[in-house]
Structures are given as C-alpha cells and as structure tokens.
C-alpha cells in the first residue's frame, strides 16, 4: 500500500497472508487474500503463475496477522491449503488480467478451518448484481511495497482509503483504454497520493454498502503505483457469485 497507515488487524480480520514454500523450503509471502467463509480464501489468479498446476501443497495461509516477519500466537491462525481453484479463463500469457481470481481452500483442523476472534472474520460476498456508484469511498489493506520499486513488502499491515472511478473513464484513453474489460473496477485518490501496489494482490477492496461493508473487489493490476491517471484495477467480485458458488459449495 502507497500512501496508507498501519492498520491492526483487528480492523481488517478478513485479510489473510498468503505463503509459498519454494523447494529449498523457504517460505515467502506471495499475495493477500479474504476470508468470505471459515474454509475458503478469495484472491487473486495471477498469484498463482503455474496456474492449474499449481501445488496446493506449497501454500499456507495465516489469518490475524498484523506484522509480516513476526508470529503474534495468539492472534494468528496458520493453515495449509487443501485445494486451490483458479479461474479457467485466467489467461496471463498476453499481459491480460480478465478473470483475476482464484479460490483457496483451507484444510480443516479437528474439522474446524477459522475459528472467530477479534482479529479473524469472514467479510460479506455482495449481493449479485449490486453496482457501485462512481465516487463511493473504499478501503483496500495489504501488506504490498510501500513505493514502487522497492525490493522489500511493509512489515506491517497498511490500510488505504480510495475512490472508484466509472468505467468509462477508465477506459478513457488517457487511462488504461481497453486493457479495462466489464470484470474490472478501477480504484485511485483524486490527488494520485494512495494506492495498492505490488504484494497487496489478492487482497480485499472493501465498500460499505446500507452500512455493511462488503467484499467489492480484489487487487488485481496497475501500471505502477500512485502514479497519475494509472489507478488501481480490481476484479469485480459480483460478477463472479455464481462460480464462487459453484467453486466453495457456498451458497450465493
Ligand atoms: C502488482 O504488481 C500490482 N497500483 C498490484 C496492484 C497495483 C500495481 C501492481 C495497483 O501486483
């Protein structure tokens, strides 16, 4: 996150810290994610470049995490994945984000994935077909670069506030012109001064709604960070209900 606060996790309880374990068995962070049930993680595909050939086995998942390089036991929950689902029409190889999600599954201990506290929760699916109007304020979290091009994630979690755009500006030439299809929002500051930027990917942008907040988007893409007329992209999470569904077993 560019230009945000630190955020407790307590503020954010659905945010969800996504690991990769590399052959030599090191362990590295590689993208956010949201809890949106006990079991199931939403993020981003473009997280996982082998795709479908992906090893679940490799990944873990630690809820209630406020520092990246430090273990706070009694707020953290640590999982092993157990499936990963990532969105057939995913198609990276041209620079294309169309389809910018992927599910993970959680594997249950004692039959039970996430338990709630204070500093771990589910966050709300939105209601199918619910637009948001231009304008409307919302949050994003991650632990993602605080500039762009260092080499280094934010120790701690940050937080950021940022504005949706319509689509059609957007779109506009002077933006992102037709790299932005109908499954994308795009997300900024007026002044440029806050945006999601890399390692915040997979994580939630998160809107209230008739006062809920609600699970609108996921960081997806951008040409850099906090730059002028480059907002953030995020997919839009409503056009995909029904293959959450269909995915999870959860009911939309
Ligand atoms: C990335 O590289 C990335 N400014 C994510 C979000 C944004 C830019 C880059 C949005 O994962």
Redesign the pocket.
Known sequence: IVGGTIATVESHPWVAAIFWRSKSRRKAFRCGGSLISPCWVLTAAHCFPDGAQTKARRLSVILGKSALNETESSSEQKFQVDKLFVHEEFDNSEGNYDHDIALLRLKAKHGQCAKETRSVRTVCLPPPGESLQPGIQCEIAGY?KEQQGLWYNSQYLRQAKVVLLSHEECRDKDYYGSLITGNMLCAGRPDWSQ???????GGPLVCEVADRLYLFGI????D???QEF?P??YTVVTNYNQWIAEKSGLSS
Request: hydrophobic share 30%.
């Open positions: 993602g945006d999601a930027c890399e390692g915040d990917s960081v997806s893409w951008g850099g960070c906090a480059r953030g992209v």
